[in-house]
């Protein structure tokens, strides 16, 4: 008999379980996913489930970049959203609620928080697209990267909001992106490695540099700036360690303008890593001063392109 009752019992719970699920279907079938962002949450009182469903929406955007302008954005993309259904499940006692966001309204909303961003972007494309000369043309686009900034802030809430998961006005940003790659690009940096052989530190560089955008590389016919990195290893065995090898790396970087043939930035870089083969000691201090100097290299690059 206990066991029928039990039997009994779980059998009502299922039936009431697929009973909400076909009252959650059949309301859920009027916010299709290709139109509406959705969120179900449930509690004990139905204002508490209402909120709840409307703060996982809110949720949703936490994850997304934030810039400055992001909050009064998204505050007003969220004050769209809205407790469309709520019930009450009999059998637990608990109520359920949904709360939808209209895709479409929402992207409607962001629309114009766009217009300044692109409307800055399609000027300073045009000079750089326009311009004859590429250091020029590379300052002008040095100004956009702050602006592609925020329109990818833009964009992230965008494609949050698009079913397919588009950007706003895709050939647009496209465009914009290209003259900005192309201008960096067009600058031609020429590394010369002199010292101790050793790809280490100038692979590090070479990755940096062709991270920021600007074409560099070694024996080029045709150049703007030249790249002069000077390396040096001494090893030495450890005083308090025996067997431990030290390698003591020094690297001597200059950047040359060819078009007036000054050199306008130097520097040195050091570093100390140990290893018990000399070998393994000498390409750690190797990697240790390649990535300190990439940083120093990309700010000394940058600030001197802005003075020009």
Same mark, same amino acid.
């Given at each position: 008999?206990?066991?029928?009752?039990?039997?009994?019992?779980?059998?009502?719970?299922?039936?009431?379980?697929?009973?909400?699920?076909?009252?959650?279907?059949?309301? $859920?079938?009027?916010?299709?996913?290709?139109?509406?962002?959705?969120?179900?949450?449930?509690?004990?009182?139905?204002?508490?489930?209402?909120?709840?469903?409307?703060?996982?929406?809110?949720?949703?955007?936490?994850? =997304?970049?934030?810039?400055? %302008?992001?909050?009064?954005?998204?505050?007003?993309?969220?004050?769209?959203?809205?407790?469309?259904?709520?019930?009450?499940?009999?059998?637990?006692?608990?109520?359920?609620?949904?709360?939808?966001? %209209? !895709?479409?309204?929402?992207?409607?909303?962001?629309?114009?928080?766009?217009?300044?961003?692109?409307?800055?972007?399609?000027?300073?494309?045009?000079?750089?697209?326009?311009?004859?000369?590429?250091?020029?043309?590379?300052?002008?686009? $040095?100004? $956009?990267?702050?602006?592609?900034?925020? !329109?990818?802030?833009?964009?992230?809430?965008?494609?949050?909001?698009?079913?397919?998961?588009?950007?706003?006005?895709?050939?647009?940003?496209?465009?914009?992106?290209?003259?900005?790659?192309?201008?960096?690009?067009?600058?031609?940096?020429?590394?010369?490695?002199?010292?101790?052989?050793?790809?280490?530190?100038?692979?590090?560089?070479?990755?940096?540099?062709?991270?920021?955008?600007?074409?560099?590389?070694?024996?080029?016919?045709?150049?703007?700036?030249?790249?002069?990195?000077?390396?040096?290893?001494?090893?030495?065995?450890?005083?308090?360690?025996?067997?431990?090898?030290?390698?003591?790396?020094?690297?001597?970087?200059? =950047?040359?303008? $060819?078009?007036?043939?000054?050199?306008?930035?130097?520097?040195?870089?050091?570093?100390?890593?140990?290893?018990?083969?000399? %070998?393994?000691?000498?390409?750690?201090?190797?990697?240790?001063?390649?990535?300190?100097?990439?940083?120093?290299?990309?700010?000394?690059?940058?600030?001197?392109? %802005?003075?020009?």
């Amino acid at each position: 008999m206990k066991k029928l009752c039990i039997l009994s019992a779980l059998a009502f719970i299922l039936a009431a379980c697929a009973g909400n699920k076909n009252i959650l279907n059949e309301k $859920m079938s009027k916010y299709p996913a290709d139109k509406y962002i959705t969120k179900i949450a449930s509690a004990q009182e139905k204002e508490a489930a209402k909120q709840a469903a409307l703060k996982d929406l809110r949720t949703l955007f936490d994850s =997304l970049p934030r810039t400055q %302008e992001s909050a009064p954005r998204r505050e007003s993309i969220l004050a769209r959203a809205a407790a469309v259904q709520w019930w009450k499940d009999k059998p637990s006692g608990k109520y359920f609620a949904i709360a939808a966001l %209209e !895709r479409a309204g929402a992207q409607q909303t962001m629309q114009p928080f766009y217009v300044p961003v692109d409307g800055k972007l399609a000027a300073l494309m045009l000079r750089v697209n326009g311009g004859q000369d590429k250091f020029v043309r590379v300052k002008d686009a $040095m100004q $956009m990267q702050p602006l592609l900034t925020q !329109r990818a802030a833009l964009d992230a809430e965008y494609r949050l909001l698009a079913f397919d998961s588009s950007a706003y006005d895709e050939e647009k940003l496209y465009a914009f992106r290209s003259a900005f790659n192309q201008a960096f690009y067009d600058i031609k940096i020429n590394c010369v490695l002199t010292g101790t052989d050793d790809d280490a530190v100038k692979t590090a560089i070479i990755d940096g540099l062709n991270g920021m955008g600007f074409a560099v590389g070694e024996d080029l016919p045709a150049y703007d700036m030249q790249l002069s990195i000077n390396t040096k290893v001494t090893k030495t065995s450890s005083k308090t360690t025996e067997g431990l090898y030290w390698a003591d790396s020094t690297a001597t970087v200059s =950047l040359k303008d $060819m078009r007036t043939g000054g050199i306008f930035a130097t520097f040195s870089k050091f570093g100390r890593d140990g290893s018990g083969r000399p %070998e393994e000691a000498r390409r750690r201090s190797m990697i240790a001063v390649g990535a300190d100097s990439v940083p120093v290299i990309k700010h000394k690059l940058l600030e001197y392109i %802005e003075r020009k």
